[in-house]
């Protein structure tokens, strides 16, 4: 009977995580931030109610899957291509300099590791966390505003994008340089043979997918042999390469993207990821988190964190806009449309946990980060718009 309990859990958790969500929504914060507050209501922290055990946690790994194969999907290259180097500069920019400000902020409250060591990893997967974007918080704060199809709306979503994929290259290199036995050139050449060989089957993939829509359109088993596709790949990141299965699930959605019925894939991803995974993903980071060792140090830390990532993105993205000669208040909007946070760093924060990079207690700050991000980024949004006839 024993096994039995998890239909238990999984009813709680889906349950907790959608009224979350609902009162998330009511005070114009992001659902998923409703879904982690629930976990860490119903879990250890709080109720007790669900504890967090092997098979939550490879359902809540699937979740992250679907999630990153979505935003694949989702992604318009032509869009990308259309605001071209601008974009890759302001992106780069958007990963450099809060890569930096974490990793040094780290290093100022718990002083400087030698380079290899536990600690001097930990500091820069610090500065890893920060340097996510949440597209989908800045698309939607774009679209309700109006600005969404305009020159810097188009770069700041295009950034962001490339914000992301560059990010998880990080991530990529962080985790392989912590596993045993591997070195910089060794994670350098598995990232460039992973793309490489994602670049051919791609390709490949690519006709085969497109040649099977025109036969078959708007079918089942068209997301069903989506979804192989994006595990396959997840799988093949890990196994053969040695690098975060996100990546896989990832390219595998830049791979689908561009087909006729991408979009109707990530409709049918939406309802597997909206109905359980996505709520079992989220809500698990709160299972996970833990506030026994929690204290002042941790609150001041926390502080730093979401100031720190924060102005690293104004700073960053800002600086880099107005080097590609846009005007002052035009930079600053493309700065802070880049400084929301969301699924991409509460997802580069779960990887940290897996592999030790990342202690539980610390989830708070990504939370809070995540929290104060999405209110401000739209409130401030809307104030330099107020400012300007763009």
Known sequence: MQSYVIFRDIAIILVAAKLCGILARKVKAPQVVGEIVAGLLIGPCVLGWVGQSDFISQMAEIGVIILMFSAGLETNIKDLLKTGPAAFAIACAGVLVPLAGGTLLYMAFYGAAPAGSDEFYKAVFTGTILTATSVSITVQALREMGHLKGKIGTTIVSAAVIDDVIGIIVLTFVIGLKTPDTNISRVIINTVLFFAVSGVGGFIAYKLFKLFDSKYPHTRRIPILGLALCLFMAYAAETFFGIADITGAYVAGIILCSIHDSEYIAQKMD?????????????????????????????????????????????????AAKLCRNSWIDSAKIGVGMMARGEVALIVSQKGLAVGMLSPVYFTSVILLIIVSSILSPVILKFLYSKSDA
């Open 271 to 319: 309802i597997n990821s909206y109905m359980i995974f996505g709520p079992l993903f989220f809500a698990s980071i709160g299972l996970k988190t833990n506030i026994d060792s929690f204290d002042m140090s941790i609150l001041a830390f926390s502080v730093a964190f979401v100031l720190v990532g924060i102005a690293a993105k104004i700073i960053g993205c800002g600086l």
